[in-house]
T-cell receptor, first 110, second 112 residues
Framework: EDQVTQSPEALRLQEGESSSLNCSYTVSGLRGLFWYRQDPGKGPEFLFTLYSAGEEKEKERLKATLTKKESFLHITAPKPEDSATYLCAVRYRAGNMLTFGGGTRLMVKP | EAQVTQNPRYLITVTGKKLTVTCSQNMNHEYMSWYRQDPGLGLRQIYYSMNVEVTDKGDVPEGYKVSRKEKRNFPLILESPSPNQTSLYFC???????????FGSGTRLTVV
């Protein structure tokens, strides 16, 4: 069964403590992998698109990488304002369908 | 400001009473989509549209209808809502290709 799995479900970090979030997928014919940030009560906010294994994208303290089976979202020296739920999604079917993972809830304490 | 606007933000209704959630985008995007978000189930795609008059089912289309008569609008219609459609709904739009979706602020629907 095609799946997108994110781990961990929740992650508590101290301010400045770097870590990584994982998104693994078991789909064939990946057409794109997306990372989003979602704050409570709001819609997801687009962060990155990755297309092929080996690709990397960066934005401020965030860096996304992609392999053939998974993607990592690395957070370097996080700040409390980085606290949010991070979602990954994959596009692998014709049309414009996205399949989302369950998300990782990140909490960064000062 | 570039945005996706959903209305209403909150809605409480009774079983069987037809309702429409509106969605409008001002970015001239071809792609639009509806999602529902439920605890433990994440975001699931209901319907999507790749252009005017072109719509297709997502993963959970049962009980929902959509139409795309204008490029900017993509309403979600619940002909006979049931309690299992209680959820947080998001509309989203994007350009064609692997561009990220812009999401609306969400509509929290409760069906009693």
């Amino acid at each position: 069964e095609d799946q997108v799995t994110q781990s961990p479900e929740a992650l508590r970090l101290q301010e400045g403590e770097s870590s990584s979030l994982n998104c693994s997928y078991t789909v064939s014919g990946l057409r794109g992998l997306f990372w989003y940030r979602q704050d409570p009560g709001k819609g997801p906010e687009f962060l990155f698109t990755l297309y092929s294994a080996g690709e990397e994208k960066e934005k401020e303290r965030l860096k996304a990488t992609l392999t053939k089976k998974e993607s990592f979202l690395h957070i370097t020296a996080p700040k409390p304002e980085d606290s949010a739920t991070y979602l990954c999604a994959v596009r692998y079917r014709a049309g414009n369908m996205l399949t989302f993972g369950g998300g990782t809830r990140l909490m960064v304490k000062p | 400001e570039a945005q996706v606007t959903q209305n209403p933000r909150y809605l409480i209704t009774v079983t069987g009473k037809k309702l429409t959630v509106t969605c409008s985008q001002n970015m001239n995007h071809e792609y639009m989509s509806w999602y529902r978000q439920d605890p433990g189930l994440g975001l699931r795609q209901i319907y999507y549209s790749m252009n005017v008059e072109v719509t297709d089912k997502g993963d959970v289309p049962e009980g929902y209808k959509v139409s795309r008569k204008e490029k900017r609008n993509f309403p979600l219609i619940l002909e006979s809502p049931s309690p299992n459609q209680t959820s947080l709904y998001f509309c989203a739009s994007s350009r064609p290709g692997n561009y990220g979706y812009t999401f609306g602020s969400g509509t929290r629907l409760t069906v009693v």
